[in-house]
């Protein structure tokens, strides 16, 4: 009698009404604490936001980060059809953001993080669209241009630029004009920023307005910390290794174009996770550019390896975001 199969097919690929029903259970977790009359944990901690459009009332704020959450599933989602990272059609990117940053309730009434988010996907719209491409002025001035105005609401991000240089090279689409191109791109937004803040504002302090943000040295105070958050962030760690460790051992089934995507993935988050451990004062607002990276490595191995031990891991690593969330707003 042979071992029965465990297949997790119905969530990476689910029919339309399927494809409802999970939009509406992460929604539902998304207000999961008012339905059952608790009050989520929010910051009280003051972001390095050097661009804040409007300040709103925690509901608004509350609700404008669940649409800004749902339309960067669906860039996330379309990133990976139009450059194929994955090798096959796959709903798992668009239902695993949607379903951590649903359960990551402290993150729900910044909402200035998830359009910055917005921002910084389109920019890998660009660069993806690079490989091979030595005179992609466009591409490497745009992509560069929207890191450098999602860095306007959170200035660290614009570190990672030098990263997105290397990967030029990585994509065979390192040349001076596409260089230059770039660095043309990083200036502009903050040039307009800091022009109109010295004609709008009497007190021009460039220090303050700017450097500052950039090198926030702070610590964080993980004594708030409880022992079921290091269980449950080196857990999410320990099955993005086994992801990672895969994508490697099988590196060979991928083109030499989604190799180099995969790659740039991978350089990108360690490298972020690297800023936000520089700037450990804030790090909660690298975590949602961080899952950014995160479900298009996890999803890759669960959408084009269906065995059992994959299978199993899925539904591993849902229990333990739900086991997680209860704890946290019951306990």
């Known amino acids: 009698m042979g071992r029965r199969q465990i297949s997790i097919k119905s969530l990476i690929t689910p029919t339309i009404p399927g ?11 998304w207000y999961f604490p008012y339905l059952i009359g608790k009050q989520p944990f929010m910051l009280h901690d003051d972001p390095p936001f ?45 239902l695993i953001f949607l ?5 990551w309730y402290p993150l729900h009434f910044i909402w200035e993080l998830h ?12 660069f993806f669209d690079m490989y091979r491409q030595p005179a992609a002025v466009e591409q490497a001035f745009m992509g560069s241009f929207l890191i450098a105005v999602a860095s306007l609401f959170l200035p660290p ?19 001076l004009r596409t260089f230059l191109a770039s660095i043309l791109g990083i200036l502009s937004p903050w040039i307009l920023y800091a022009g109109g ?5 009497d007190n021009f302090d460039f220090n303050k307005l700017i450097f500052s943000r950039f090198f926030d040295g702070g610590k964080y105070d993980f004594s708030s910390f409880q022992s ?25 089934q991928d083109s030499i174009s989604t190799r180099s995507k995969l790659n740039m993935i991978i ?12 700037h450990a004062s804030v790090f909660y607002c690298f975590l949602p550019f961080a899952v950014f990276f995160y479900v298009l490595l996890l999803s890759h191995p669960f959408s084009t390896r269906e065995n059992n031990f994959f299978s199993i891991l899925f539904l591993v690593f849902c229990l333990l975001n739900v086991a997680f969330v209860l704890f946290k707003i019951i306990a």
Not at 61 to 90: C, D, G, P
Not at 160 to 172: A, D, H, S
Request: proline content about 2%.
């Open 19 to 29: 494809t409802v029903l999970l939009v509406l259970f992460c929604v539902g977790w």
């Open 50 to 94: 050097v661009l804040s459009v409007f300040s709103f009332n925690p509901a608004i704020n509350n609700f404008l980060s669940l649409l800004l959450t749902v339309l960067n599933a669906i860039l996330i989602q379309n990133l990976n059809l139009r450059f194929n990272i994955l090798r096959k059609r796959s709903l798992l990117p668009f």
């Open 99 to 103: 379903f951590l940053m649903a359960g």
């Open 115 to 126: 359009l910055a988010l917005s921002i910084f996907i389109l920019a890998f719209y660009y």
């Open 157 to 175: 991000l614009l570190w990672m630029v030098p990263v997105v240089w290397i990967n030029f090279l990585q994509m065979r689409a390192f040349t």
């Open 197 to 201: 803040y010295f004609v709008f504002q």
């Open 228 to 252: 079921i958050d290091l269980i449950y962030f080196v857990s999410l760690a320990a099955v993005l290794l086994i992801s990672i460790v895969y994508i490697y051992m099988n590196f060979q």
């Open 267 to 278: 350089i990108q988050m360690l490298f972020l996770l690297g800023i936000s451990i520089f």
